[in-house]
T-cell receptor
Framework: QKEVEQDPGPLSVPEGAIVSLNCTYSNSAFQYFMWYRQYSRKGPELLMYTYSSGNKEDGRFTAQVDKSSKYISLFIRDSQPSDSATYLCAMSSSGGSQGNLIFGKGTKLSVKP | EAEVAQSPRYKITEKSQAVAFWCDPISGHATLYWYRQILGQGPELLVQFQDESVVDDSQLPKDRFSAERLKGVDSTLKIQPAELGDSAMYLC?????????????FGPGTRLTVL
């Protein structure tokens, strides 16, 4: 079992839909949880960064962490065609020492006009 | 807006040849990372530098890969000899300081194809 599991999709939704992206993990030492967006042929771009359990909102994006279930989610409200990309979850167990991020495989999202 | 620069963007080589990739992190970022991303997978860390020192190279195949950051600024990743299985995207990332290890800023990557 990989440390981080993420459904690769692809996921196709109509414009304006609410999108839910998820990752599960097995390492209970993970405390820092990130979501990156990666457009085709580009490097990943940090979208959301959360510590421990709880919710964090930034515009149309909401990140949720449930450490008891080892489950994290990213919600995108009012999805736009420009949101079409691959979304990668990433996690780490340390905040102030080595920054070894463990990534999921990524979920490819397509938002249709 | 400051960005991580990488070159070349694309590289095609034959197996057994040597290849080198260059990265210039965001100005002032002390920590630099090299990742490899195989198609359909997430990035995997190869090596991490703090200034000019290697912090973690446990996943770097040292028989053929080498990395350096001589002056603590830009960095070079080399593969010699390249193998077919090295075909991947090589990503460079940087973060500001020891406190911000999890906030990594990625460059556009170098896509390597080994024939």
């Amino acid at each position: 079992q990989k440390e981080v599991e993420q459904d690769p999709g692809p996921l196709s939704v109509p414009e304006g839909a609410i999108v839910s992206l998820n990752c599960t993990y097995s390492n209970s030492a993970f405390q820092y949880f990130m979501w990156y967006r990666q457009y085709s042929r580009k490097g990943p771009e940090l979208l959301m960064y959360t510590y421990s359990s709880g919710n964090k909102e930034d515009g149309r994006f909401t990140a949720q962490v449930d450490k008891s279930s080892k489950y994290i989610s990213l919600f995108i409200r009012d999805s736009q065609p420009s949101d079409s990309a691959t979304y990668l979850c990433a996690m780490s167990s340390s905040g102030g020492s080595q920054g070894n991020l463990i990534f999921g495989k990524g979920t490819k999202l397509s938002v249709k006009p | 807006e400051a960005e991580v620069a990488q070159s070349p963007r694309y590289k095609i080589t034959e197996k057994s040849q040597a290849v080198a990739f260059w990265c210039d992190p965001i100005s002032g970022h002390a920590t630099l990372y090299w990742y490899r991303q195989i198609l359909g997978q997430g990035p995997e860390l190869l090596v991490q530098f703090q200034d000019e020192s290697v912090v973690d190279d446990s996943q770097l195949p040292k028989d053929r890969f080498s990395a350096e950051r001589l002056k603590g600024v830009d960095s070079t990743l080399k593969i010699q000899p390249a193998e077919l299985g090295d075909s991947a995207m090589y990503l460079c990332a940087s973060s500001p300081d020891r406190i911000s290890y999890n906030e990594q800023f990625f460059g556009p990557g170098t896509r390597l194809t080994v024939l």
